[in-house]
């Protein structure tokens, strides 16, 4: 079971970045996929998810407005689209899958993790 983060980077502020989480050893369909960040010295929250089968999607207040979280079942995988960057969503990202029906916003609830990508966002 893999779970493989891409698409981080250094952007300037103001801009769009696309990330994608590409699912290996199960399917996306049947677990709540989420992303959550972490930044230096800071605890990982919770920033996207997406409800078993996609059903429903929930953010983050500091997501919210500026960020799409999708599914793309056919290539199992999960994005995580977002605008208006700002210095402050400089973190590590990391997606996540939980075996459950309802979207839990606690890091403790997901059992399966990528290795997470960096994005910088530069002022």
């Known amino acids: 079971v893999q779970l493989q983060a891409s698409g981080g980077g250094l952007v300037q502020a103001g801009d769009s970045l696309s990330l994608s989480c590409a699912a290996s050893g199960i399917s996306i369909r049947s677990y709540v996929m989420a992303w959550f960040r972490q930044a230096p010295g800071k605890e990982r929250e919770f920033v996207a998810a997406?409800?078993?089968?996609?059903?429903?999607?929930e953010y983050s207040d500091s997501a919210k407005g500026r960020s799409t979280i999708s599914r793309d079942s056919g290539k199992n995988s999960v994005d995580l689209q977002m605008g208006s960057l700002k210095p402050e969503d400089t973190a590590v990202y990391y997606c996540a899958a939980s075996f459950t029906r309802s979207i839990y916003r606690n890091a403790p609830t997901y059992g399966i993790w990528g290795q997470g990508t960096q994005v910088t966002v530069s002022s």
């Open positions: 997406s409800s078993w089968r996609g059903a429903n999607t």
